[in-house]
């Protein structure tokens, strides 16, 4: 089974940080990063923001040491860590996926 995770940082430099960090533990595969607008409630209000959005391909059974280890480095109190099952896929890929999750 593989996952996507998506996650979010403050700026490109904490989201290669964390990208990083993830990948040299072999947590995931590959992380992508774009920028992306986030509208958002925190403390009672509404909150805008850049932010940088991780989009990580790793397999399911890394995914509660991904949060850990993300959590670990990630500057937000609360960071958006959310995982969506990858239903399917080119199968040399999703095997590629496992290959570098399980080396």
Not at 19 to 45: E, T
Request: glycine content about 4%; hydrophobic content about 40%; aromatic content about 8%.
């Amino acid at each position: 089974m593989y996952t996507t995770v998506f996650i979010t940082a403050p700026d490109r430099e904490s989201g290669k940080k964390i990208a990083r960090h993830i990948l040299d533990r072999r947590l995931a595969a590959c992380v992508n990063m774009s920028p992306v607008s986030s509208m958002y409630w925190w403390d009672g209000k509404i909150e805008e923001a850049d932010e940088v959005l991780l989009i990580v391909k790793t397999s399911a059974d890394k995914l509660e040491e991904l949060i850990k280890e993300v959590k670990s480095v990630h500057p937000y109190q609360v960071p958006e860590i959310i995982a969506l099952p990858i239903s399917g896929g080119y199968r040399e890929y999703l095997k590629w996926v496992e290959r570098e999750t399980h080396a």
